[in-house]
């Protein structure tokens, strides 16, 4: 999996891309038209609460991006956690990606990638 890392590229999604929001989780897209191979970001903040917490919530979301196949081609997309996503399981938690990319027009309602 093609993680997000370098401060620039982080800030390019985060301001550039487009935003929706779960209970369970939230995400930032941007949808590249150079046809690159997509990446993907995972963010605990430490509002969450201590490193055992926010760890936990980034496992939990690694595993529910697996599981709904991010990173898709062309995008790139920061995940954000949230204090539901602690005691989630990541196959709810990919649910609500998959719900969440549909909504931002990523992946078609028959799970076919734009």
């Known amino acids: 999996m093609r993680t997000i890392k370098s401060r620039r590229d ?6 550039g891309g487009r935003r929706a ?3 369970l989780v939230r995400m930032t897209a941007l949808v590249d038209d150079e046809g690159g191979l ?10 969450l609460g201590n490193a055992v917490f926010r760890n ?6 690694r595993e529910a991006a697996r599981l709904s196949g991010l990173p898709e081609d062309m995008s790139q997309v920061i995940l954000v ?3 539901a996503t602690f005691a989630s399981s990541p196959a709810d938690v990919s649910r609500a990606i998959d719900t969440l990319m ?8 028959d799970g076919a990638s734009i």
């Open 102 to 109: 549909r909504r931002l027009g990523i992946r078609q309602a």
């Open 56 to 61: 936990r919530c980034k496992r939990v979301l």
């Open 10 to 15: 982080f800030e390019r999604v985060f301001f």
């Open 81 to 83: 956690a949230t204090h």
């Open 21 to 23: 929001n779960h209970r």
């Open 38 to 47: 997509g990446r993907v970001a995972f963010v605990a903040p430490k509002r």
